[in-house]
């Protein structure tokens, strides 16, 4: 499934009013370990069409970075049913992702 670029705008729709589960990676174009995570993230959304799989630029997007308390990034987190339900902080291994969805 394509990655969704999420805004300020459009984050209620498409987080919030899901009805499959959320992954929402926060990140910035700056951020090395992001860099890193972006790979993981892309063949997370390619493989499991039962999640949708959606990004936000914090420096783009600050209204979101703010509401969410994000202070170090890259930053993960999991909706379900509009609630935000678990979150890592930092690089991770797929399996760590997929583990973050699963749990």
Do not use: H
């Not at 969704?4 to 009013?17: A, I, R, W």
């Not at 700056?30 to 799989?53: T, Y």
Request: aromatic share 6%; net charge neutral; proline share 4%.
């Amino acid at each position: 499934m394509a990655i969704v670029k999420v805004t300020k705008d459009n984050f209620e729709k498409e987080v919030l009013q899901s009805d499959k589960p959320v992954l929402v990676d926060f990140w910035a174009a700056w951020c090395g370990p992001c860099k890193m995570l972006s790979p993981i993230i892309d063949e997370v959304a390619a493989e499991r069409s039962d999640i949708k799989v959606c990004k936000v630029n914090v420096d783009e997007e600050a209204v979101l970075a703010v509401q969410f308390k994000v202070a170090s990034i890259p930053m993960l987190m999991v909706f379900k049913n509009g609630r935000a339900v678990r979150k890592s902080v930092g690089y991770i291994s797929k399996d760590q992702v997929l583990a973050l969805l699963d749990n």
